[in-house]
């Protein structure tokens, strides 16, 4: 069984950065996709930076564009969060889905595998 754990998670000022991890024990992760999603208190969770398995194509929520980069390599996925603005606090989830969806989804739906989520905390 495929376990996520993410890592990354703090409390940053608005403006500021903050890169997360999530590693797959045992598990190559550069074959499929991948994506992270967030759930802010009160609100449904939501995909913000999803990738395709060939690693071409990416799709970003319309709030994070130009701001959320989501990269993997073997062992990890990683979101970097440039100028967070207090809306971006959430828990974050990464998300792990097949090697069969070349096109980047944030459709909860395609993801199997699930980490616990990490803290990020935007606050002055």
């Known amino acids: 069984q495929l376990q996520l754990v993410e890592s990354g998670g703090s409390l940053v000022q608005p403006g500021g950065s903050v890169r997360l991890s999530c590693a797959a024990s045992?598990?190559?992760?550069?074959?499929?996709?991948v994506a992270w999603f967030r759930q802010a208190p009160g609100k449904e969770r939501e995909g913000v930076s999803c990738?395709?398995?060939?690693?071409?194509s990416t799709q970003y929520a319309d709030s994070v564009k130009g701001r959320f980069t989501i990269s993997r390599d073997n062992e990890k996925v990683y979101l970097e969060m440039n100028r967070l603005k207090p809306e971006d606090t959430a828990v974050y989830f990464c998300a792990v889905g097949s090697i069969y969806i070349v096109q980047a989804t944030c459709d909860p739906r395609e993801y199997a595998y699930w980490g616990k989520g990490t803290l990020v905390n935007v606050s002055s």
């Open positions: 045992g598990f190559r992760l550069d074959a499929y996709a």
């Open positions: 990738l395709g398995s060939t690693g071409s």
